[in-house]
């Protein structure tokens, strides 16, 4: 009941707000809705497995840095060559590819209108203790797919809480790189941010 609850009310205002061109909502055909079905869980398919890359790459290139050179080459890194790779990432799977949060670090990734909707609507699901699933968004020019990003342990070393897992250095050094940081004193398993991808072709 809760991940019905949840679908409900992120597609609802998703309609109506994540939109890629901004109109009101068409009465559609049980044909249309049928496809629209099909298209959707294809690309709910394809949004996952984007994700899943993306996160394996960023991930590995951070463990590297970590081992090599510890957290602050992971921060160095990331500084530098986070955004070209998810850019990179991009142009492989012909979409936009954005990482977004309402707390961001990189204003790069400043999330607009429609993501601060989506991270908010997930953000009060999970305070509810909702279970937080993928979604996708069709209109008649784009598909949109969207998906939580949660705090794991290697995370915090990045994130966590100032003066706990988040050293002293560290936050110096996040400062020099990022100012405005607010992507900090998360908690494991809580909510960071999300994946936002836009799908060129549909």
Known sequence: MRKIFLFFIVFVGAFFF???????????????????????????????????????????????????????????????????????????????????????????????????HILKLYQRAQEAGEDLMPIVILDSNCVTFYSPIITKPLCLNCHGEPEQELRLETIELLEKRYPGDKAYSYKLDEIRGMWSIKFKDN
């Open 18 to 116: 994540a939109s890629c061109t901004p109109g009101a909502p068409k009465n559609e055909s049980p044909e249309t809705l049928k496809e629209n079905a099909a298209k959707r869980k294809e690309y709910l398919k394809k949004g996952k497995e984007i994700a899943r890359a993306s996160f394996k790459v960023l991930g590995g290139t951070l463990k590297a840095a970590i081992a090599a050179e510890g957290i602050e080459g992971a921060i160095r890194t990331c500084n530098v060559h986070a955004n070209p790779i998810v850019d990179s990432l991009s142009k492989e799977y012909n979409a936009t590819i954005k990482r977004t949060s309402l707390r961001i670090r990189n204003q790069e990734n400043k999330p607009t209108a429609n993501e601060k």
